[in-house]
């Protein structure tokens, strides 16, 4: 079956330094990945989608500058948080999706503490 | 923009109990996919279902896409089901980008 991992789990870094999450898809072709953030009242936000072969397109509030994105393949997408801060606590998730198909694929998520 | 909205917020239910949860959208959808969110974070696809009734064993999704509304329909509630159900829809043109509610958290007691 279509399966995506999230590593790591859960992470833990001081304010203003940056951590780098990745989401690796098992089974299938992620032609396309989604990146969200779930804030701790379990709301969530789209930073940005990611198509390989074509531009990863922002959602506003969400830059690349602070968000850089890379899915150099089919299996792979990663994201770093840059100067991390308070407010980007919370769970990063990886939703990969193969062309023809209109369902996401969820990971586990990347659990992010900020100190 | 697109907004989903979910209800009941909260939902507390005896084991065997059925649930019924609902979703609206303002926007024309292309698809909409009903979500568990496990404790832990991981996010389960229970159904994608643009348009129409679907079953899988006690889960029913039902989509009205020109009332613009969904509802997951859970029958003889299981304490396993305990946990946070999001509604996510997709517009057509948008590039597959899916906006979730704010979801439905339904504890299940024994």
């Known amino acids: 079956g279509a399966l995506v991992y999230q590593y790591p789990r859960r992470t833990i870094c001081k304010s203003g330094t940056s951590m780098r999450m990745e989401c690796q898809a098992v089974g299938f072709q992620a032609t396309s990945v989604a990146w969200y953030r779930q804030s701790p009242q379990k709301t969530f936000e789209l930073i940005a989608l990611?198509?390989?072969?074509?531009?990863?397109?922002?959602e506003q509030n969400f830059t690349q500058e602070k968000f850089p994105i890379s899915h150099p393949n089919l299996s792979f997408s990663s994201m770093t948080v840059l100067n991390a801060y308070l407010e980007d606590r919370g769970l990063y998730l990886c939703g990969a999706r193969e062309r023809g198909n209109s369902d996401y694929t969820f990971g586990s998520g990347t659990r992010l503490l900020v100190i | 923009g697109q907004q989903v909205q979910q209800s009941p917020a909260s939902l507390v239910l005896q084991e065997g109990e059925n649930a019924e949860l609902q979703c609206n959208f303002s926007s024309t959808a292309t698809r909409l996919q009903w979500f568990y969110q496990h404790p832990g974070g991981r996010l389960v696809s229970l159904f994608y279902n643009p348009s129409g009734t679907k079953h899988t064993g006690r889960l029913t999704s039902t989509t009205v896409t020109n009332e613009r509304r969904g509802s997951l329909h859970i029958s003889s509630s299981q304490t396993t089901d305990s946990g946070t159900y999001f509604c996510?829809?997709?517009?057509?043109?948008?590039?597959?980008?899916?906006?979730f509610g704010k979801g439905t958290l339904l504890t299940v007691t024994p």
């Open positions: 990611s198509t390989v072969n074509s531009a990863i397109k922002y």
């Open positions: 996510a829809i997709g517009e057509a043109g948008s590039n597959y980008k899916l906006t």
